[in-house]
């Protein structure tokens, strides 16, 4: 009778095992602002090699959006379920009528860096008339550098700013044909390998205003009519963080593995994980939690400083039901 039953249980296990493996999984777009191959989005490439999607359920397929302001728009329309973005891109676009929130905020700090070349500029006062290269104009890296600007009350047309995209922004900055960057950890880590004699200076955007870190947006409507997949997808990015905030060096390895583009510079990525866990991510109390004060605090001075006409209600650009 015990052999039967040990039988019976092995075909059981064996029954259920084969189950898990043919779950059909759900197909899920995440948009991002920029393609999935800048290490900016190594949480959600960590999080797709160890297989924290398909843990919960789906089969994410990332696509690249013109920028943060762009993804919130495109998920405003419906066009996909989710976006990445910056905690300031929800003020930007729901002024506009966008109906998205952030959902998850990755960090405290501000995502965005100016990087000056100190040979030609001391101080964000001295880039009037300078050239600065940026992501793109609808990137809200962009708009968190007309923040820093409008702190020096300068604007943007008091400097010569070239939209050139995610390579040529470090690359024109290194071979010395801009004197400043709107950067981000990855692209002043490689502008600076490019570049070591360069005397750089890092400004993170927060020293100026409280601008913030990368997001997590979603609208309205799937958060009302499906918070368990926000849920599932907040749940595995933030896992994908905690990994490189916990082992920027280990989280290298898998992702090179993901983003085989890489796989000879490993150590590069490890050091861009560990600028990010300097720069951006310490300090956040409950992972992926908004700070309202912040948050209301920023708004107020996009609208004081023109960057957007009117405010939104706070509790409308952000919600913290899916990180508690």
């Not at 960057?181 to 570049?195: C, D, F, G, H, Q």
Request: charged share 20%; aromatic share 8%.
């Amino acid at each position: 009778m015990r052999r039967g039953i040990g039988r019976a249980a092995a075909l059981l296990a064996l029954m259920l095992g084969g189950g898990a493996h043919a779950q059909t999984l759900q197909k899920v777009i995440y948009l991002l602002p920029a393609p999935k191959v800048q290490p900016a989005f190594g949480p959600w490439m960590v999080a797709d090699q160890r297989g924290y999607f398909k843990a919960e359920g789906l089969d994410v397929e990332f696509i690249t959006a013109r920028g943060g302001v762009d993804a919130a728009k495109q998920v405003g329309a419906g066009n996909a379920v989710i976006g990445g973005a910056i905690g300031d891109t929800s003020i930007l676009v729901r002024a506009n009528g966008v109906p998205v929130r952030t959902v998850a905020l990755l960090g405290v700090q501000g995502f965005m860096q100016l990087v000056l070349n100190k040979d030609r500029v001391t101080s964000v006062a001295d880039l009037k008339g300078k050239t600065v290269t940026t992501m793109a104009y609808q990137d809200t890296t962009f708009f968190a550098l007309l923040g820093m600007l409008a702190t020096q009350g300068l604007t943007k047309n008091d400097i010569n700013g070239q939209a050139v995209g995610p390579v040529n922004i470090w690359k024109l900055f290194a071979d010395g044909q801009a004197d400043a960057m709107a950067s981000v950890p990855e692209w002043t880590v490689w502008a600076r390998n490019a570049a070591p004699k360069m005397n750089m200076q890092i400004i993170p955007s927060d020293t100026l205003f409280k601008s913030m870190a990368q997001a997590v947006v979603a609208s309205d409507e799937t958060i009302q009519k499906n918070p368990e997949l926000i849920r599932k997808l907040v749940r595995a990015t933030l896992h994908g963080l905690e990994d490189i905030k916990a082992d920027p060096a280990g989280s290298a390895k898998d992702y090179v593995k993901q983003i085989t583009q890489y796989a000879d510079t490993e150590p590069v990525i490890a050091d861009i994980f560990k600028m990010y866990d300097q720069y951006v991510y310490p300090g956040q109390k409950v992972t992926g939690a908004v700070d309202p004060d912040r948050l209301a605090s920023l708004q107020e001075f996009y609208l004081k400083q023109g960057i957007i006409e009117k405010t939104s209600p706070v509790a409308d650009l952000y919600t913290n039901q899916f990180v508690q």
